[in-house]
């Protein structure tokens, strides 16, 4: 257990690209959002949906790229086993995802407060994420995460372990295989057919269900590539 | 102790061999010369051993297990890697706190005794460090990690003639007061030559010699003499390079050379002379090759 908590902190002991510069790039998108709704307010009555709240899972999982390509190298040669790295790597994912999940509840709870920081601003209650219990608020929110740095962890150790090749070819399989299938779609004319399943989820499944399914298979798939990653 | 044992160890790329059918084994308590020539399969010999990389053939067991995956023996070495990368966002002060997390024989007051010494900016980002510096950083690494097993490859990139004397002198006297196995790779061969007990060449990818630096002092020698004296008494040993000024000739031969070779020698008036390590080693892996052998005869 200490090692894993060592190799953790190889993550966090340079907190300002794990920790300050998510939510600074947050917080400046946040005060843009307020000013220019805050300008146009009278032109435009009514709720101010913004999309601004994605900032803080792109530049995570950015990280979580950078973070792999670097750090992993640098465990290896301090005589840690690829195991333990991603054991300790994923745990640190999981753990920050949901600290990071109450941070934006506590944001939400704020902005539903201020009448959406003074201006109507629908910046963390953005419909399809905006669910009512604080519990599955919760999930919502860190599922994003964890689905997001799992597949961007997931294609740098592919990168790790079998160059640009490797990676080119499984981002090229990728493309290919979803436009067989949506072409496969429109020929048989399925499209309806899937919007009407779309509408019938749940918002929980779609937002949370769904991507944390995906998230897990690429933390099982990781393990598999890591396992004999020599970079 | 045996520290590492390599039998029969091979690692082929797609379509290079890279190490071909090498045995061997590390004692504990030695300092190690792995020497050999760009490419000669040093960097992967160390990576095997060091669990970064899977072997194609061959067994090899380090403090008596496989390595690959395995950090219950891991955690006895540390690899100090010329061209060490560190995450970049990592200050001097962030590598010295993750290595003492990680290694378990860490010393953090020899450690800042020793970023002293290399006059190393705790607060500099790594990414800002010259070539030098971050040479001296992987040194410090590798020094107050006290690890059982340390490999240092070509450490010494950038590091000025001060900072390297430095870096033999404090790991001779950390060596003589935590005896552990260090091999080192170098090409700077004559500055380590005093350093190193026992020397592994290797030479595309085969072990050329597994031989303690003391014998290995009068094991190859430099016979000048008249030409036809030369041809005489070179005939009874093998002959790794020779050069000819007119009458005279120089033979450079490998022994072992007993006493009754030197009183052979002196009768027909040639000169035994051992060359230096470096030498010795220019000379056995550049055997056999004429074209390379003229480049290194200039």
Known sequence: MTRILAVARMHTVAWMNAIFWPWAILVSSLLVNILIFAAIRDVVPGDHTTGGLASIYLVLAINSAIATSQVFPFALGMGVARRTYYLATSLLTLVGAVAYAVVLLLLKLLEGATGGFGVDLLFFRAPFIAVDNAFLQIVVYAVPFLFLNFVSMFVALLYLRWGTNGMFTFSGAAILLGGLASALVTWRGYWDEIGNWLIDQPVPALVAGYPAAVAAIAAIAGLGVIRRANP | ?298
């Not at chain 2, 970064?52 to 023996?73: H, I, K, S, W």
């Not at chain 2, 404090?170 to 790779?185: F, G, K, M, Q």
């Not at chain 2, 700077?188 to 990818?205: C, N, Y």
């Not at chain 2, 093998?238 to 050379?257: D, S």
Request: aromatic letters at 8%.
């Open chain 2, 1 to 298: 102790m045996t520290v590492v044992t390599a039998s029969g160890l091979t690692k082929r790329y797609s379509d290079v061999t890279a190490l071909a059918d090498v045995s061997f084994t590390l004692k504990e308590n030695t300092i190690y010369g792995l020497l050999g020539r760009n490419g000669a399969g040093k960097t992967t010999l160390m990576r095997l051993i060091t669990g970064q990389d899977l072997l194609t053939a061959g067994t090899l067991e380090l403090f008596g297990e496989p390595p690959y995956e395995n950090e219950r023996v891991l955690s006895n070495v540390v690899f100090i890697k010329e061209s060490q990368k560190y995450p970049s966002v990592y200050k001097v002060r962030h590598v010295l706190t993750v290595a003492g997390q990680l290694l378990p024989n860490w010393d953090a007051a020899y450690a800042q005794e020793l970023l002293r010494d290399f006059r190393l900016p705790l607060d500099r980002d790594v990414r800002k460090l010259s070539r030098g510096m971050l040479s001296a950083l992987g040194v410090i690494v590798g020094l107050a990690a006290r690890a059982p097993l340390t490999f240092f490859d070509e450490p010494y990139l950038g590091l000025d003639a001060v900072s390297r004397q430095l870096f033999y002198d404090r790991l001779l006297a950390d060596y003589a007061e935590h005896p552990r196995t260090v091999v080192l790779s170098t090409h700077l061969i004559d500055e380590v030559s005093d350093l190193i007990e026992r020397v592994l060449l290797l030479d595309r990818g085969r072990l050329l010699l597994d031989e303690e630096t003391e014998g290995l002092r009068g094991e190859v020698m430099d016979a000048t003499g008249p030409a036809d004296a030369l041809d005489e008494f070179a005939i009874s040993h093998p002959e790794l390079h020779r050069q000819r000024m007119g009458n005279f000739a120089r033979a450079t031969l490998r022994g072992p050379f007993d006493q009754g070779d030197r009183l052979r020698a002196k009768e027909r008036g040639i000169d035994l002379e051992p060359l230096t390590l470096q030498q010795a080693v220019v000379r056995l892996t550049t055997v056999g090759r004429p074209d390379e052998e003229k480049e290194y005869s200039r």
